[in-house]
C-alpha cells in the first residue's frame, strides 16, 4: 500500500486545545509505518473551555458540536500549512473530537459515548474526507470503546528489533491510561489507570479564580501538604479496583468529584492539589503493581506522554514509584510526546480507509475486532 498522508486532529480530556497533526502513513496492519511530518497545538479561549466543561442541554451541546467543527477544521488547515503541502495531496483527515461523556457497561445499563465535533463541517471547510466516531463499533461489540491509543503504541512503538521486549506507555492526559505492548497485537494490555491531570485541573482553576488551567510546573501543589485521610478516601474509589478493561472520564473523575474536594477543605487549596497529585501518582503505581508487574516482570522502561509531562514535580514522584522500571518522556524514542495523541487519528483514520481493524481486543473487552470510525466523504 502506497503512503498516504493523513492528518489527525482532536481535543483532549483536557479541553485546553485543538491539536492536530500530519503524518505520513504506510502499509497497514502489522507492516503499518508513520511518520510525523507536522503538528500545531490551537489553544481554546478560556469561554470555550468553561462552556464545554459546565453543564449541558439539547441546544448548548448542539451548538458546541457545530463550534467545535470549525475549530478542528482551523486546526487541520493550520498543520496542512506548517507541512507545506497541498490538500489535494491529504488522503483522510481522523476526526477524534471532543468527548463529552463516556458510559462503558460497567457505568450504564446502556453502554454509550458522545464526541463531538461536527464531521460535516470539518469535510466542508477543508473540502477533504472526514472518519470520525472512532469509540461507538467497538461498543456495538461490547467493548468499552477505550482506550484507543494502544493501537498506535503497538503499530509505531513496539520494539521490533527486539520482539521478545515489551514496552509501557504511559499517557497522562486529563485521564491516565497505559499500554504494554510487544511483538502480537492480542498480547497487548491497556486500560485506563484513573485520574492524571483532570483533578488537579479543577483544583486549579478554583485556587487561582480562573487564571490557571493547571498545575503548572507543579507550581501550586507543591506548595502544600498531602491531606492522608483524603488521600485514602480517594484511593478507595471504586474505579481503582475493577480489572482491567476498564476505561474512565470525567462521570467518575470530573467536576463533580472536584467540588466534593474543594467543599472539604476549601481554606487549604494548596493541599488539596498536594492531595490531588499523590492520588494521581498512587492510583498509576497501584495499577501497574496489582496489573503489569506480575504478567511483564521484564518490562523495557515505561515511556511518557501529554500534559502531565510538563508537570517536573509530578513526573519526579511517579518515577520514583515506578522505579525500578526507569520512567522516561516519549521523545527518547524520537517522537514529540505532544503529538502522539493527534497522530493516533490519523493512523486510525488510514486504518479506516484501508479497511483494516484496529481495535485492541484485550484493551477494550469487544467480541471481535473491527473497522473503527465513520467516513463523511
Request: proline residues 7%; aromatic residues 6%; hydrophobic residues 45%.
Amino acid at each position: 500500500m502506497p503512503p498516504r498522508l493523513c492528518v489527525g486532529v482532536l481535543s483532549g480530556t483536557s479541553v485546553d486545545a485543538a491539536d492536530a497533526a500530519l503524518c505520513q502513513v504506510e502499509g497497514t496492519g502489522a507492516d503499518v509505518k508513520l511518520q510525523l511530518l507536522a503538528h500545531v497545538s490551537q489553544p481554546f479561549s478560556p469561554e470555550l473551555i468553561a462552556r464545554v466543561l459546565g453543564p449541558q442541554d439539547a441546544r448548548s451541546l448542539c451548538a458546541l458540536n457545530f463550534e467545535l467543527g470549525e475549530r478542528f477544521a482551523e486546526a487541520v488547515l493550520a498543520v496542512i500549512a506548517r507541512a507545506g503541502v497541498s490538500r489535494e495531496d491529504i488522503h483522510v483527515i481522523g476526526s477524534h473530537g471532543q468527548t463529552m461523556a463516556h458510559l462503558p457497561s460497567d457505568l450504564s445499563p446502556i453502554a454509550s459515548t458522545l464526541q463531538i465535533g461536527e464531521a460535516d463541517v470539518i469535510a466542508e471547510r477543508t473540502g477533504l474526507p472526514v472518519v470520525s466516531d472512532f469509540r461507538t463499533r467497538d461498543m456495538s461489540v461490547g467493548g468499552q470503546g477505550a482506550p484507543l491509543v494502544p493501537y498506535l503504541d503497538w503499530a509505531v512503538f513496539r520494539n521490533r528489533e527486539r520482539p521478545d521486549a515489551t514496552r509501557a506507555f504511559l499517557n497522562l492526559g486529563g485521564i491516565a491510561n497505559v499500554s504494554v505492548v510487544g511483538e502480537h497485537l492480542d498480547d497487548t494490555l491497556a486500560f485506563d489507570t484513573g485520574p492524571a491531570n483532570m483533578v488537579l485541573d479543577g483544583l486549579a482553576r478554583r485556587a487561582t479564580q480562573g487564571r490557571l488551567g493547571c498545575d503548572r510546573d507543579g507550581s501550586l501543589s507543591s506548595q502544600g501538604q498531602v491531606i492522608p485521610g483524603l488521600l485514602e478516601e480517594l484511593l478507595a474509589h471504586p474505579f481503582l479496583a475493577r480489572p482491567p478493561p476498564r476505561s474512565a472520564g470525567r462521570e467518575g473523575f470530573g467536576e463533580a468529584l472536584v467540588d466534593r474536594l474543594w467543599k472539604a477543605a476549601p481554606e487549604r487549596p494548596h493541599d488539596l492539589m498536594a492531595t490531588a497529585r499523590a492520588f494521581t501518582v498512587e492510583a498509576t503505581a497501584r495499577a501497574f503493581d496489582t496489573w503489569l508487574r506480575p504478567r511483564f516482570p521484564r518490562m523495557e522502561a515505561v515511556y511518557a506522554s501529554g500534559g502531565g509531562t510538563r508537570n517536573p514535580v509530578l513526573m519526579a514522584d511517579l518515577r520514583a514509584r515506578l522505579a525500578p522500571v526507569p520512567l522516561e518522556r516519549l521523545d527518547v524514542l524520537g517522537f514529540p510526546e505532544e503529538a502522539k495523541e493527534a497522530a493516533l487519528f490519523a493512523l486510525l483514520a488510514a486504518e479506516h480507509r484501508a479497511g483494516t481493524p484496529a481495535n485492541v481486543r484485550p484493551a477494550t473487552g469487544a467480541r471481535r475486532r473491527v473497522v473503527l470510525g465513520k467516513l463523511t466523504p
